[in-house]
């Protein structure tokens, strides 16, 4: 089952721009995480929020969690061609165990 | 620096045979999880195991199998590839129970069936 949503399907944008990403999801959540994946790569952690926060910081990345609108948003500022990946959000529904629900993620393409 | 290896980055099978991938952490995490990424589709869970000998059924656990004979080791089993097996297979791991964390992924296998 598909927990998450990220909106939009592909990003692209200028170098030093700042890109915008955006998760939605059905059920109540223990946390919500953003990860990173380089092209036929893994999944890097980028950043966990959890469900009492609001918005939380990692250098150049701020993440905010809306949890009454069931949403979450990944905002890169001053974006670098590096930031070219996929960019997932993931929710953890705790159920006795931990257990992530990726969305389908966000192509993001950084234009020198 | 903490790791999450996969055995194959690469790994060609044909249709019927039985296929070992493995997974091993070196960070004493208790969770470790199999999942496939498919276009389209995103990543999908089959198994996970929270301690050793345990296991847990995920999403789209037909035709694979898992076992966890050790702390460090995650193996996924197909018992008969087939053709819709044909996938990037993502394993990952991460500590404790409650959730706090999170998952550090291997770098991929990935495997066509033919």
């Known amino acids: 089952s598909q927990q998450g949503e990220e909106d939009p399907q592909a990003l692209s944008i200028q170098e030093g721009e700042n890109a915008t990403m955006n998760c939605s999801y059905k059920?109540?959540?223990?946390?919500l995480q953003w990860y990173r994946q380089n092209s036929g790569r893994g999944l890097v952690h980028l950043i966990l929020i959890r469900s009492n926060e609001r918005e939380k910081h990692s250098g150049r990345l701020r993440v905010t969690l809306d949890t009454s609108k069931k949403s979450s948003s990944l905002l890169i500022t001053a974006s670098r061609a590096a930031d070219t990946a996929s960019y997932f959000c993931a929710t953890d529904l705790w159920q006795g165990a931990q257990k992530l629900v990726f969305g389908q993620g966000t192509r993001l393409t950084i234009n020198p | 620096d903490v790791k999450v290896t996969q055995s194959s980055r690469y790994l060609v099978k044909r249709t019927g045979e039985k296929v070992f991938l493995e997974c091993v952490q070196d960070m004493d995490h208790e969770n470790m999880f199999w999942y496939r990424q498919d276009p389209g589709l995103g990543l999908r869970l089959i198994y996970f195991s929270y301690d050793v000998k345990m296991k847990e059924k995920g999403d789209i656990p037909e035709g694979y199998s898992v076992s966890r004979e050790k702390k460090e080791r995650f193996s996924l089993i197909l018992e008969s590839a087939s053709t819709n097996q044909t996938s990037m297979y993502l394993c990952a791991s991460s500590p404790y129970r409650q959730g706090s964390h999170g998952y550090t992924f291997g770098s991929g296998t990935r495997l066509t069936v033919v």
């Open positions: 059920t109540s959540i223990n946390n």
